[in-house]
């Protein structure tokens, strides 16, 4: 069984920054992981998505330039480096993994049904 647990999440100040950490265990190799958010009353929000393979990221325009999704070459473990953050920032955000190939190479971000494991999600809050 594929399991995700994240990790980081928190109270920090605007303008503050956040490390978040999604540790996987019982997978044997994964294609993709990735970070989405969820504000309240909202849509779960696609962020950041990394092909393990090839190392290859892609980021929300809302996060670009603030947000970095990286993984741990030793070990399947994918970080949310958060810089910058704002009050709009605020939500639960989860780890997402995804064990399945496309046909095709695929550059844009990964809808939420697209990936089959999900943590549990860490609180993130963002305020003064």
């Known amino acids: 069984e594929v399991q995700l647990v994240e990790s980081g999440g928190g109270l920090v100040q605007p303008g503050g920054s956040l490390r978040l950490s999604c540790a996987v265990s019982?997978?044997?190799?994964?294609?993709?992981l990735a970070w989405f958010r969820q504000a309240p009353s909202k849509e779960r929000e696609g962020l950041a998505l990394i092909n393990r393979p090839s190392n290859w990221t892609s980021h929300a325009d809302s996060v670009k330039g603030r947000f970095t999704i990286s993984q741990d070459n030793a070990k399947i473990t994918v970080y949310l480096q958060m810089n910058n953050l704002k009050p709009e920032d605020s939500g639960m955000y989860y780890c997402?993994?995804?064990?399945?190939?496309?046909?095709?190479?695929?550059?844009?971000?990964?809808?939420?049904?697209?990936?089959?494991?999900w943590g549990q999600g860490t609180q993130v809050t963002v305020s003064s």
């Open positions: 997402a993994a995804r064990q399945a190939r496309f046909a095709g190479f695929t550059s844009r971000l990964l809808r939420p049904n697209e990936f089959n494991f």
């Open positions: 019982g997978a044997q190799s994964l294609e993709y």
